[in-house]
């Protein structure tokens, strides 16, 4: 089956992590042996191992952070560094394009045509597609100034999420409590007027309410799991989720453990406490809660800086991620209701959504 993993942050993983995602998995594994001090366990993510899972579409960062053993270390100290790594970013992705492993998909016909081409190679029909991606920025800082979206439209960004951790120029993010700076009001006018989707992902709580009320285009949740099953301000409220959906929102399902499991420890839990099956509880009460398989969807974060030690565990690799279609469908789920939360809802979002051509 195919898939749509709304948040991966592949070119950072590549820059930032030195990882060679084109290398067979066990490959990379055995290189980061060798500075085990600073990348966690093994890495469940390659470009073969994507392959390997049918994830033909994906949304894929610009993150503005760097990989240090110290938490205040992993922001930089100025805007134009961040600015600069997020060109960085993107000339990686950008190469990896040249070389056919990726194709970015800048419009909403683009998208359409992909999942067609990838439907059709699963059903026999001409060659393995690259890695379809929607580029996207988690956390705005490299926006220098709120007018300056002109400039990473033309680029080729089609989303922004204003927030990661903590406070930043124009918002407040996750662990940090506040709303919107007069810049951060600014940058989302400024996004809905050249056409910038809006991901809620990472927004603190005042702030997210804030955004909502500003920003009048679409919005979705990348990786965003809920409160009521883990509580934390990572996760959302039910009147959040509820909100998303009147506003025509998908939500990824993260794959991240202590999104997963309330009081995860990293190292402590035993591994078989956090199974792929508590992803899907999270798909399902978003789809209980708003009445509707149309809101649901798979946002891994599999990436996100942490690797199988923080991962559920019966997963090795992102091509597990297949195993939550038999999960949904042994919970009876549909197969048209499987088909929406693997990829169609997110393939409709953005067809819907990103500029037609
Ligand atoms: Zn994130």
Known sequence: ????????????????????????????????????????GDCTITYPEMQRGNLGLV????????HRKEKPLTFYQSRESAYAASYGQLAYYRSMT?????????????VAKHCNVWQEFLKGNGERPPIGYVLSMEGAPPILFPEQVDEWYAAGLRIVGPAHYGPNEYCHG??????????????????????????ATHLADESFWEALDIYTGPVLASHHNCRSLVPGD?????????????RGAVIGAAFDNWMLLPGFKKYVTPPE??????????????????GSVRHSGIGTDLDGGFGR?????????????????????DRGFSD?????????????FFVKHLPSV
Not at 98 to 110: C, E, F, I
């Open 309 to 329: 030690e923080q991962s559920p565990g019966d997963l090795n690799t992102i091509a597990d991620v297949q195993r939550i279609a038999t999960i949904l469908s």
């Open 273 to 290: 406490d956090v199974l792929l099956s508590r992803v899907v509880d999270h798909i399902e009460h978003v789809c209980q809660l708003t």
């Open 1 to 40: 089956m195919l898939i749509f993993d709304a948040h991966l942050d592949l070119a950072w993983n590549a820059v930032e992590w030195n990882r060679d995602l084109e290398l067979p998995i066990e490959e990379v594994r055995l290189f980061e042996k060798q500075y085990t001090d600073i990348v966690p």
């Open 336 to 348: 048209d209701d499987i088909n929406r939360i693997m990829h169609q809802n997110f393939v409709d």
């Open 59 to 66: 949304v894929a960062t610009l993150l503005p952070r760097l």
């Open 234 to 246: 990572r996760q959302l409220t039910d009147e959040q989720i509820k909100a998303l959906a009147e």
């Open 174 to 199: 996750t662990g940090s409590f506040g709303g919107l700076t007069a810049d951060g009001k600014q940058l989302l006018k400024e996004m809905d007027r050249v056409g910038l989707l809006l991901d």
């Open 98 to 110: 040249a070389k056919g492993v990726l194709k970015p998909l800048p419009t909403g016909a683009a």
